[in-house]
């Protein structure tokens, strides 16, 4: 699969750390250039130099084919700013992948700003993005959109009402607008990941059993005893799922779960 995506440029947002730097090198590993995109230079720094010894063809001042560009992808003017910068990319497969966890409390304790916050992060985000990569696509007549949700999205989760309520309206807003961009040959469609091991789930973890009086080990238990196969996702297996719908043609419109059976009956 090494050349699946020769010739293609990624971009990834949140690419950073966790998944989405797994993300990065499992599409620079295909041979897409890749465009890495989050908040803090240093930790997509970090990054390109995981993908500088798998990346494709490197392009001039960007080692590895990798190109770094930082943007508050819940910012309109951010957002603007990245697409102007990214004018001379032949941008056609647009990973959603930032977000943020939010808090872990009753809903009756989180604070508007807390609320908005997450909100920002994880659905402005894409509409924003989308906004701002889509008109090339459809220029081109071709193009992917991957949004990354989350198990979360359609099943309850204590104490994560804005972080269920956020990854629910990204599920409804890529089934939408796979209905727009379909027919102008752009693919949309989402993947949800269960939990994966990683640092945003040891923060969780870590707030789960302050929040209920329980130890991390009983709180991570309480998560993976969800799961059919009574474990938690591992960030290279969400990497491998994106390559693996992008070699579906016909996939549009469609959320792909990969949450080692958390969606299964408790």
């Known amino acids: 699969m090494t050349e699946d995506l020769a010739g293609r440029t990624a971009l990834v947002s949140g690419a950073g750390n966790g998944l989405g730097r797994a993300i990065a090198l499992a599409l620079a590993g295909a041979n897409a250039r890749v465009i890495l995109v989050g908040r803090t230079e240093e930790t997509l720094r970090e990054t390109a ?24 992808v819940a910012s309109p003017e951010s957002v603007d700013a990245l697409r102007d910068s990214l004018a001379g990319e032949d941008v056609s497969l647009l990973v959603n992948n930032a977000g943020v966890g939010g808090p872990v409390q009753a809903l009756t304790d989180i604070e508007p700003s807390e609320w908005d916050a997450v909100f920002g992060a994880n659905v402005r985000s894409v509409y924003l993005m989308c906004r701002a990569f889509l008109p090339a696509m459809y220029r081109r ?22 972080y ?35 640092a945003r789930m040891t923060r969780n973890f870590t707030a789960e059993a302050a ?5 991390y080990a009983q709180a991570e238990e309480a998560y993976v005893s969800r799961a059919a196969l ?25 959320d792909i779960d990969l949450s080692a059976g958390m969606i299964a009956p408790a």
Do not use: W, Y
């Not at 063809?57 to 190109?67: D, I, M, S």
């Not at 309520?165 to 949800?192: D, H, I, Y």
């Open 49 to 72: 130099e995981h993908l500088a010894g798998v990346a494709g063809t490197p392009g001039p001042g960007h080692p590895g084919g990798v190109l770094i560009a930082t943007c508050d």
């Open 141 to 162: 007549g071709s193009g992917d959109v991957i949004n990354v949700a989350s198990v979360t999205g359609k099943r309850p989760l204590t104490r994560r009402t804005p």
């Open 164 to 198: 269920a309520a956020s990854k629910m309206a990204v599920l409804g807003l890529t089934r939408t607008l796979a209905f727009e961009a379909g027919p102008r040959g752009v693919q949309v469609n989402s993947l949800s990941p269960g939990p994966c091991r990683g």
């Open 211 to 215: 929040a209920t009086g329980t130890t």
């Open 230 to 254: 009574h474990r938690l996702v591992e960030e290279d297996e969400v990497a491998h799922a994106v390559l693996a719908m992008l070699r579906m043609p016909g996939l549009c419109g469609a």
